[in-house]
């Protein structure tokens, strides 16, 4: 099966910056997509940024132009640069992958981090 471990969450004040990693491993073949959602209290999980191979990254309208994401493929690692964050930005946001294993696809979820952004 495929784990994926998280860092990189915390606490900053608004207009501060903060970056998320993700490592998959495991019994992989290959990813074919990583990304990062995000769940606030009270609300539905909600896709922040997902990057495909050979597909331009994708992103929340509310994230455009702050956030960024990236792909290591060598490491099989993820990572979530978020620039002048807001207090809206607050969550706790998940790693997703979708990769092939030995029996065919398999989605990964990671444990979450907590992303805290004071005013």
């Known amino acids: 099966q495929v784990q994926l471990v998280e860092s990189g969450g915390g606490l900053v004040q608004a207009g501060g910056s903060l970056r998320l990693s993700c490592a998959a491993s495991?019994?992989?073949?290959?990813?074919?997509?990583m990304g990062w959602y995000r769940q606030a209290p009270g609300k539905q999980r909600e896709l922040v940024a997902a990057i495909t191979s050979g597909i331009s990254p994708n992103y929340a309208d509310s994230v455009k132009g702050r956030f960024t994401i990236a792909r290591d493929n060598a490491k099989n690692t993820v990572y979530l640069q978020m620039n002048s964050l807001k207090p809206e930005d607050t969550a706790v946001y998940y790693c997703?992958?979708?990769?092939?294993?030995?029996?065919?696809?398999?989605?990964?979820w990671g444990q979450g981090t907590q992303v805290t952004v004071s005013s």
């Open positions: 495991g019994s992989i073949f290959s990813i074919n997509a």
């Open positions: 997703h992958a979708n990769a092939r294993i030995i029996l065919g696809t398999y989605d990964a």
